[in-house]
């Protein structure tokens, strides 16, 4: 429907390409972020969904984080604020493999 183009636009800027990332380094990222509303239930939150997120290979894509993030904002568990936060911290990162 409607959301689904909406959100189908946003989510397609995310690139499919999946990257290795360890739990430590989800955990690096998200504190990293250093998102004052984000409390330490939620980064264990975040942290968790995205590392439970992963395939068998540890591996997962920016627009799987995405899904993920976006998911937890979408049910309350983080606000629009964490969202964008986590989003940057994660591009950021996903960037550096891009070259």
Do not use: C, W
């Not at 689904?4 to 290795?20: C, H, I, K, M, T």
């Not at 975040?46 to 439970?52: P, S």
């Not at 976006?70 to 550096?96: C, P, Q, T, V, W």
């Amino acid at each position: 429907g409607f959301f689904d183009s909406l959100f189908g636009s946003v989510a397609d800027n995310y690139s499919n390409l999946e990257y290795p990332l360890t739990e430590e380094k989800i955990k690096q990222l998200v504190t990293q972020a250093r998102i004052s509303s984000l409390t330490a239930g939620e980064e264990n939150l975040v942290e968790r969904a995205i590392a439970d997120r992963r395939r068998g290979d540890g591996k997962i894509s920016l627009r799987q984080i995405y899904e993920v993030v976006r998911s937890l904002k979408y049910n309350h568990k983080i606000s629009e604020a964490d969202f964008r936060g986590l989003m940057k911290i994660f591009n950021e990162y996903f960037r550096r493999f891009g070259k």
